[in-house]
């Protein structure tokens, strides 16, 4: 079992910032790759970020490509989520997710575990 918890969430303006963390207790965190998804009001859960459990290999979705940056401290057992640029389209709650498969995936299916998220809105 992987137990994770996110946090930094909160309410910001159109064009500010946001750094999302998200903790790992559990199984060796570094096994793991982890990705960040969100879901908006009446919207169904979308892929935002991933990152290999290495920390080598990185890719977003296209709606937050060169705004945001996901990493990780695998010897804090935490990965982040750096957004710039926040728009009120970003307005949504944020999850992370763990997936046992070391590779970057976008698919929701293929992470085995996902924190409780963190409201993330975003004024116009």
């Known amino acids: 079992q992987v137990q994770l918890v996110e946090s930094g969430g909160g309410l910001v303006q159109a064009g500010g910032s946001l750094r999302l963390s998200c903790a790992a207790s559990?199984?060796?965190?570094?096994?793991?790759?982890m990705g960040w998804f969100r879901q908006a009001p009446g919207k169904e859960r979308e892929f935002v970020a991933t990152?290999?459990?290495?920390?080598?290999?990185?890719y977003y979705a296209d709606s937050v490509k060169g705004r945001f940056t996901i990493s990780r401290d695998n010897a804090k057992n935490t990965v982040y989520l750096q957004m710039n640029s926040l728009k009120p389209e970003d307005t949504a709650v944020y999850y992370c997710?763990?997936?046992?498969?070391?590779?970057?995936?976008?698919?929701?299916?293929?992470?085995?575990?996902w924190g409780q998220g963190t409201q993330v809105t975003v004024s116009s």
């Open positions: 997710a763990a997936g046992s498969r070391r590779a970057i995936t976008t698919y929701s299916a293929l992470y085995d575990y």
């Open positions: 559990g199984r060796t965190f570094s096994n793991y790759a």
């Open positions: 990152i290999s459990a290495s920390g080598g290999s990185t």
